[in-house]
């Protein structure tokens, strides 16, 4: 028999769930989460984010090859509100909290487009994560949006 976990918290049995998102799902959710953060989610803190992307998307199959032009034309550049592209973890620079401060110049904070979305979902109260997972609830609004990208740059939600 299985010992059963308790909350520290609560004191009441604790009940762990497990997602295995396949790679077409972490498509899906890289992408819901970076549109609907850039369309509204961050937009009251982040001043811009940057990435290259003139550089060349380079799809699984060729990588470890050398991108000749024929191919390149081919390849589209990197955009990360595709989830295609974003679970290639490409890196990405966010300019952030340049109204705090008297020069106008924002903070950067460097980060990877994936990485960023990953990590920012593992840092989540469980009721969220349980909530983004599963396919048949998965809602992603702005609020949390916003607080997927925040606790994945940051650790957690540093602009309220």
Known sequence: MNKVEFSADTGAPRIIIQANPSWEAWVDICEA??????????????????????????????????????????????????????IRNFPIKVYHNADDWESGESEITEGMSFEVISVGINNLPPEIKLSIMNPYTCDIDAEIADQIVQTGLFGSAVYG
């Open 33 to 86: 989460v970076w549109v609907t953060a850039l369309e509204g989610g961050c937009n009251y803190w982040m001043d811009d984010l940057k990435y290259d992307d003139d550089r060349a998307w380079v799809p699984y199959q060729h990588c470890g090859r050398r991108v000749d032009d024929e191919l390149r034309r081919g390849i589209p550049d990197l955009d990360i509100k595709n989830g295609n592209h974003c």
